[in-house]
């Protein structure tokens, strides 16, 4: 046996052996007969129908072994679902006070006070990390759409999914397999849902090879203006020991009247 | 012995048109691996060095861990002990710490992903060549700060000149939003087209502030003074290093930093024996050919030879010693032409001035210049070889020559 096939079956088992420890299939219940993968991706879809805009404070939390302590970034958000424009404006640190972010697709324009200066982010610093944190720009930009960019699996059901908190939930486990012209930079994404307030629980990212790139848990479901959101989520990027960045939503609210001028690139670099 | 000697150098005179092609195809045969060994080495020190005298230098004393990940984890604190211990090598000829990081540059709607690399203005020039690369405007220099030097294409492709202030974008070492203005001090012309649309410098001072990195830097770069040099040196050097249990140092040579520089090297060298192989085993042939035929055509004389008492061993050593008179007498004229035509044009290198050959010359990252280089190695490996291959060649018609027998070969014609 030559060196490279000794190498080639060892990289076999090895994605044979990952694969099996990743696969939720384990001690999966076949899934409910009732609902179908893509119905259940429908019902989540619905959780957020109609929404026309939303306001947030959040507060994120990066955690990495590089830092003695965690680093926290405090941001305000407006977001307008109809027109797919966002805007963000960093509160906190000092030092990064004003900054901001404006995202109108397929472009996401950062602005710095200190220097004055607006960016476009290009393409190829979209899977870069925004603002140090183990999310990237393209979470912030993304423009797939979670029914119509992807094919739904139906894994099966988890009896009782321990998510990031609160008493584990029964689960609907699917796969999310993107289309090939959509625009998604993931290979598959293994979503599980909460059987009862049909909101994600977790998420799961893989690479076109099938390597599990990150995990984003998400918690802290309450209810606002009577739908089911959650107010924390935790990414987790497995090829990157020990980091994990935290968002929590201080606030959250939807439909609040949001003036069409926060989109705009003159708001974007406002001085305060 | 004496005898045979003699009998063998007539022998070869008695068809001077045939013994002088079989000559010419010798000494052209030498000439030819001489000479292009001699390019194939001058070609690969010089890919060596300019390869070296832009990234890496010879040596790269990195964090352990920095060669696989390329990422801000693994600095080394470029302190007094570890300069004293760099400069306390007499091989070292030359010192230049760096901080290599990735960011965006952008001037106002245009923004370009770039390799940016904090360097020490002073000992920079000590390793690589980037100072002298400037063709606009000036290197950086320790009392401007925020001060950066582009490659020609990346200045280009961002529609920057000097004076324009550029920002710089990126993620700290700190997780914070890392982003500073920087004034376009030079412009410089890298070889390489793919590293010339994305490489940019600035003081060592500066990247380490906007890095938030401290004191420390991403590799330290050594110059010594030749690539065979650079093993030695780095096992001295991975003794001689102060302990750092906290964060060890790894020290590493050219060709463990630019393994594809050294594959292509060696890839090179595999097709250009294969080539001179081919050449010397046709050389062979015409030596065999030749005393073959030398050998029919005297089927009678040799019939004599043995009537008169010569022994067949007497025969063999006789044959075999005229083609080793041919061999050696090509091989000396091949080696009196080859190696002052080796040493002329180490001295006087070949510029390509066409533009399709400065291209094709480009994409492996080197000046377009062709450049030979002596080695002693090279005349005697090659001279071995070749008379190896033609002592093998005159083997047979030796043989054969010997096993004639007296009466058959006075019957020949």
């Known amino acids: 046996v030559s060196v490279a096939e000794a190498g080639r079956w060892t990289a076999i088992l090895c994605v044979v052996l990952v694969g099996a420890g990743t696969a939720p299939a384990a001690d999966l219940l076949p899934p409910d007969a009732d609902l179908t993968a893509r119905e259940v991706v429908s019902r989540v879809e619905d959780n957020m129908r109609g929404v026309k805009s939303s306001t947030c404070e959040a507060t994120m939390t990066v955690v990495s072994p590089r830092l003695p302590a965690p680093r926290e970034v405090r941001f305000a958000c407006w977001e307008d679902r109809d027109g797919d424009r966002s805007f963000i404006r960093i509160l906190a640190p000092a030092k990064d006070e004003g900054v901001g972010f404006l995202k109108i697709p397929p472009n996401l324009w950062n602005y710095i006070p200190r220097v004055e200066r607006t960016v476009r982010i290009p393409p190829s610093m979209m899977m870069q990390s925004w603002m140090g944190s183990d999310f990237t720009n393209d979470d912030l930009v993304r423009e797939s759409s979670a029914l119509d960019d992807y094919e739904h699996g139906f894994l099966g059901v988890d009896p009782a999914f321990a998510g990031l908190d609160g008493p584990p939930r029964r689960a609907y486990v699917l796969e999310y397999l993107p289309h090939e012209d959509a625009p998604v930079v993931w290979g598959r994404i293994v979503v599980w849902v909460d059987a009862e307030r049909f909101v994600p629980l977790q998420q799961e990212f893989f690479d076109e090879d099938g390597v599990l790139l990150r995990r984003m848990r998400l918690g802290d479901v309450r209810e606002v203006q009577g739908r089911s959101v959650p107010h924390l989520w935790s990414m987790v990027p497995l090829d990157k020991e020990g980091h994990e960045t935290r968002l929590r939503y201080q606030s959250l609210r939807f439909d609040e009247p949001v003036d069409a001028s926060v989109f705009t690139k003159r708001n974007l670099s406002r001085r305060e | ?413």
């Open chain 2, 1 to 413: 012995m004496g005898l045979e000697l003699r009998l063998a150098w007539r022998n070869v005179w008695r068809n001077p048109r045939r013994t002088g092609l079989t000559i010419a195809a010798t000494v052209f045969a030498v000439f030819l691996v001489v000479f292009f060994v001699a390019m194939g080495a001058g070609l690969h020190e010089k890919m060596i060095e300019d390869s070296v005298r832009v990234h890496s230098g010879h040596l790269t004393v990195t964090g352990a861990g920095y060669l696989e990940h390329k990422t801000l984890e693994y600095g080394v604190s470029f302190d007094p002990p570890l300069l004293a211990a760099l400069e306390g090598d007499p091989a070292v000829a030359g010192i230049a710490p760096r901080l290599t990081g990735f960011g965006l540059l952008s001037k106002t709607a245009k923004a370009q992903g770039v390799m940016v690399m904090g360097v020490d203005p002073e000992r920079e020039g000590s390793v690589s060549t980037l100072p002298e690369r400037v063709i606009e405007g000036r290197f950086l220099a320790n009392g401007t700060a925020r001060g950066i030097v582009l490659g020609s294409r990346l200045a280009a492709n961002l529609g920057a000149t000097l004076g324009d202030e550029l920002l710089l974008y990126s993620v700290a070492y700190s997780l914070e939003m890392a982003y500073e203005l920087f004034t376009v001090v030079g412009i410089m012309r890298l070889p390489e087209p793919t590293l010339d649309r994305r490489f940019a410098v600035i003081r060592l001072a500066d990247a380490q502030e906007f890095f938030v990195y401290g004191d420390l830097v991403t590799e330290v770069a050594l110059l010594t003074s030749s690539a065979e040099a650079a093993a030695p040196l780095a096992e001295r050097l991975r003794g001689e290093l102060p302990e750092r249990p906290e964060s060890p140092i790894s020290v590493h040579t050219w060709n463990e930093v630019l393994p594809e520089l050294e594959q292509l090297i060696l890839l090179d060298d595999a097709q250009m024996y294969i080539t001179l192989a081919i050449l010397v085993i046709v050389v062979a042939f015409g030596i065999l050919n030749t005393i073959l035929m030398a050998v029919l055509e005297r089927t009678r004389e040799l019939g004599v030879l043995l009537a008169l008492g010569f022994r067949p061993a007497a025969i063999f050593r006789l044959i075999y010693l005229e083609s080793l008179m041919l061999a050696g007498v090509g091989l000396c004229i091949g080696l009196a032409l080859a190696i002052p035509a080796v040493f002329w044009f180490e001295a006087h290198p070949i510029l390509l001035e066409s533009e399709s050959m400065t291209a094709m010359v480009e994409m492996f990252g080197m000046e377009p210049v062709m450049t030979w280089k002596f080695k002693i190695t090279n005349p005697i490996g090659s001279a071995a070889t070749i008379f190896g291959v033609a002592t093998l060649a005159a083997l047979y018609p030796a043989w054969k020559a010997s096993r004639a027998r007296p009466v058959d070969a006075l019957r020949a014609v």
